[in-house]
């Protein structure tokens, strides 16, 4: 067998290599992105057999090929982008190849449970789960998998019905073979224990790959285009630049970049962009994202290494360094990962003042400067966790007291009253946000508001992104949902849901105090998010939820040990047996999910791509005013310009741009027409 497992790792790093190097021209024929990662999967489910083969748990080997086939027999057939929809019906040979896998993965895992004997199985599963338990939790994790505002805004019922019932048998194909790899020989021998800085590399090196592979180092919604645009502007020594000369106006016109009162800047808070600024100064924005998801997992393992132990803490650094969400957030240039970080280094550092009271103060005054920046990065996610910190230190921390909240409010109040000073140089009133003066002005006044109204919203609403006129409790709720399936789909990518842990927690185990506080974290972050009208999954995951994301990485870990105290090995090897499926599914998760959500969704997503860049990286256009004619999202050529027009000029090719007028206003500047050549996925 060792033979065998050794030829199989080979033929697996075969299949990758192949996969990613050989062209079509190689090939003699186009190949689809999602067909060479599907070879990629195969790679990957080889590698692994092999590994488990070579260490004489060949059975264990058989299944896990199928786990990771099959549950990326599942991904092929799934429609992956805003609103992820299994294809009920096969679209061609390959879609139903696919269902073929899916079907083979569930008669290996009942020909392997069988052997070992399927009653004896549901007995044990009975005394330690409970079948009840088990049925809740596959009802509820085929519930989880199906997002709702697809269907609703396509009054397709009995669709969105069906799509549920094949989520759940799916689930239990999924649970199935999880089952079967629990009643065989594991190919983990021991118990290992890693440094923190083993998932911070990881988290790292994954979310840097990303970032210039699938999202290419560039933006890929409008709100990114701003960030970056802003943070030029900070990185040149100007809070805004001046307003573009009214001729090239037109052709700079842009969503959430404002022409105004002879200035021009980013209509987002500055929170991000000064961070993001510090990127621009070095050339490398795109390594911000990495570096805090990095410092993330560490501090994610310092803070549940003090509210539980050891073990706690190295389940959760391990499963934010496998996250696909993190990752994704890491690799773009949104702002959550940022806040993320800001919020954890803010715990860390009041949980380090219960160490004694040498600079016990400092620490929480550092604290509450760190969630002041939250609130000028995003305000209402700054006083989500900022409230709720506050309340913690004053009523409930150890380390806590009347003293110490109110040193931690002043750091709050400082960092965050800068975004005051921002909004009275850019709007002229401290309490009147670029953002609300720039909708007002574009869609309607309020139209951004907080809370529950008919007149809030977009004119015309956004599609699905936005079904009916203004807000209401009950789209509220439908968000909710849909959040939800959205957070079971990308917070971890395994085949039995993102969320199967959570729901372990809530099934098995017995709340402590740290359980609460982090119950309390992502209550109100879903409380507070019910309240505004723009629910976004569309790009990565339920964005709006990120700061409950270690609070559910926390609650996973603590569901997973509720599940090893019921399934303990005999012997000196504890939890080796359960500890091999928590890391097959994390491999599942980073080797199989991550790739699939990169070149079906995040690579060239919403029709930003590299190809101006890459042309002008030659010198072809320098010192010229370039006219780009639509092609994909004209972000991708104006995401170059400098804010104060330096250098290349990118406009939009608007039709309407007197060229003359654009001579006079730039003398000396070469006019020129361009085309991308660029044709789409």
Known sequence: MRVLGAAAVWLGLALIVGAILVTDEMYGRPSALIDRWYFTVGGVAAIVFGICARRGATAFGILAFFLVTGGAAQLYITE????????????????????????????????????????????????????????????????????????????????????????????????????????????ISGLYRLTALA???VAFSVSLLLSFYAFERMPHVEDEVAYLFQARTFAGGALTAPAPPEAAAPGLDYYLLDQTAGRWYAATPPGWPVVLALGVLAGVPWLIGPV?????????????????????????????????????????????????????????????????????????????????????????????????????LLFLAPMGGPGRALIYGAGCALAGSTVLFYNAHVTG????????????????????????????????????????????????????????????????????????????????????????????????????????????????????????????????????????????????????????LFWYACIFGLCVFLPWRAVTKYYEYNGFHPTVREDAADGRFADKIVIVAKIGDKGSALMLNDPWLRGTIWLADTGTLDEAALAAAFPGREIVHYRADWTGR
Not at 325 to 335: E, I, K, P, R, Y
Request: net charge neutral; aromatic share 12%.
């Open 80 to 187: 992956p982008q805003w609103f992820p929809a299994i294809h009920l019906e096969p679209k061609n040979w390959k879609e139903w190849a696919t269902w073929g896998v899916i079907a083979t993965e569930a008669i290996v895992a009942l020909v392997v449970l069988g052997r070992t004997g399927l009653g004896r199985v549901l007995q044990a599963a009975n005394e330690r789960l409970g079948l009840a338990q088990i049925a809740l939790f596959i009802l509820m994790t085929g519930f989880l998998s199906v997002p709702l505002l697809g269907y609703m805004a396509r009054n397709a019922a009995a669709a969105y019905a069906a799509h549920v019932v094949l989520g759940v048998a799916l689930t239990l194909v999924h649970f199935l073979i999880f089952a079967a790899m629990s009643q065989v020989k594991s190919p």
């Open 429 to 580: 009133s401290a309490f009147l946000q670029p953002l609300t003066l720039y909708i007002d002005r574009h869609w309607a006044p309020g139209a951004n508001a907080y809370g529950f109204g008919p007149d809030i919203g977009p004119p015309g609403g956004w599609g699905m992104l936005d079904l009916w006129p203004g807000h209401s409790a009950t789209e509220g709720l439908v968000n909710v949902i849909n959040l939800a399936a959205s957070l079971q789909f990308d917070l971890m990518g395994w085949s039995v849901g993102s969320l199967a842990l959570v729901l372990a927690f809530l099934l098995w185990q017995r709340p402590n105090r740290a359980d609460w506080a982090m119950i309390a974290v992502i209550a109100v972050v879903i409380l507070a998010m019910y309240f505004y009208w723009f629910a976004d999954s569309y790009y990565i995951g339920p964005r709006y939820w990120f700061l409950a994301a270690f609070p559910l990485f926390y609650l996973s870990a603590r569901g997973y040990m509720a599940l090893r105290e019921r399934f303990p090995d005999r012997g000196e090897e504890a939890h080796v047996q359960i500890d091999a």
């Open 292 to 392: 805090l998801a990095a410092l993330s997992v560490l501090l994610g393992h310092a803070i549940a290494r003090r509210l539980s132990d050891r073990d706690q803490a190295d389940l959760v650094a391990m499963m934010m360094a496998a996250s696909p969400w993190l990752a994704a957030m890491a690799a773009s240039l949104m702002t959550h990962t940022l806040t993320l970080f800001l919020m954890l280094l803010a715990w860390w550092l009041i949980l380090r003042a219960g160490d004694g009271r040498r600079g016990a103060l400092r620490r929480i005054f550092l604290a509450g400067l760190a969630m002041g920046w939250i609130f000028v990065t995003r305000p209402l996610d700054g006083l989500v966790a900022g409230g709720l910190t506050g309340l913690w």
């Open 199 to 201: 998932p911070a590399v």
